[in-house]
């Protein structure tokens, strides 16, 4: 049974700032590659006859990229742009206005979503239940006010299903931004688009009223990828999953201390020490006495020597002078220059080409 696959990835990411400010959410790198190439990767297992790409903000930058990577899709990859924010649901409504939709069972992918969910086995899973929907699901706990939470029973039918409930905290069953349709949920959504909707609400709900609707729960890593922190935490679990005993192909002439992904192109000076939980992308160099741990540089970043950095994001590009000081939290735009000895503080915030000729001892302090 063919499939067509539509991935979300119109947002604007504001929450991502200052990442977002320079690139869209799906080409921010997980490891060596961006995050749609990790759902492009899962979709080319399934027999898919169409792929959707549901784009707004930067959409010229997504489409050379999937252009120039994904060239054995070229054929089934269909570019939806988005002239205003229509929500998660308003893409399906214009993708079944342009005739983009047959009579095939349609996968709903956010384009924020890292994760190993195994396609194959929610289609299969989807069929064996015979239901109108399933929505992947992730057990998770403590504060449970972000998500989508849903009840099930015995048969995995959700029964009960919670947009963001307000103050929810526990362990329950959280929307993963994954969901498997079929064609007649079309006509629970409107035929025109007026508003923006969303999934959650303005069609699940719905879903549940009139149909059968099952929730599969996914039990290996997932993540929403909204905040820096997210981000952050994204690739961590990702060197542990990938490279639990680091993967290095640039030249370190320091201590590593696993796990860490150095790319090639890139040199880390004498007695400089890296790790755990760092990420480095291709072309950084940096000179001695170096110290980074569990934070992420994101290419073609200069570092002088006797520099510590700390649970920290740097953009591409970044010039940090000789014993600078990035405490936790930190987030640097891309092509940053930053001054000789210049400390920046917890969960600073700063845009893409600025120049920081002085400390930022504020914490949470945003320079855009």
Known sequence: MDVVAMILAGGFATRLRPLSYTKPKVLLPILDKPIIDYILEAITKLPISNVILSLRYMADLV????????RTLENKITYLIEDRPLGDAGPIVLANLKSLFTDTTILVINGDVFSNVDLEKVLEFHRKKGGVATVVLVEAKGDLSRFGVASLNSDSRIT???????GLVGRGFVNAGIYVFEPEIIKYLPKKLTCRLKISIDLIPKLLENCDVYGFVHRGYWFDIGTPEDYLRANIEALKYYYPNSKIDGEVDGEVISPCYVGSNVYIGKNSEIGPYTVILSGVKAEENVRISTSIL???????RGTYISEAIVGEGVYIGKWVRIESGAVIGDYTYISDYVYI???VRIGPHREVLESIYEENKILP
């Open 63 to 70: 489409k050379t990229h999937v252009e120039k990577n994904w």
């Open 160 to 166: 009960k299903f919670i947009e963001k409930p307000r």
């Open 298 to 304: 994101l290419g073609n970043v200069l570092i002088s």
């Open 345 to 347: 503080g917890r969960n």
